[in-house]
């Protein structure tokens, strides 16, 4: 199967381990000097509807990718579990007396 890198851009990236999908391919990095894939990249979510920026990029490397399909890629990366913030916690504070 060939794939072009505009292909690449609309793929969703699901892990293996987990069965979590990761996101959409939104970059690759390649070496240019010996003109391979290095490595793709899934840019980090939106933080406030974009007004606080954006969470931390992923990178996936060539070698965690283990199939290209037409739709998917499948990958086997371990990946560090997001925290999510607690809203309100000042609000327990006074819940609890």
């Known amino acids: 199967m060939k794939c072009r890198i505009i292909d690449m851009r609309c793929k969703e990236v699901i892990n293996v381990k987990t069965g979590v999908r990761i996101g959409c391919v939104s970059d690759i990095e390649i070496d240019t000097k010996n003109a391979k ?19 931390d990029d992923i990178i996936i490397r060539w070698e965690d990718i283990e199939v290209i399909g037409e739709d998917t890629i499948l990958v086997n990366f371990n990946m560090a579990p997001r925290r999510r913030k607690r809203k309100f916690p000042e609000f327990r504070k006074f819940l609890k007396t």
Request: net charge positive; aromatic share 10%.
């Open 37 to 55: 894939l290095v490595s793709i990249v899934i840019y980090g979510r939106l933080r406030c509807w974009g007004l606080l920026g954006r969470e």
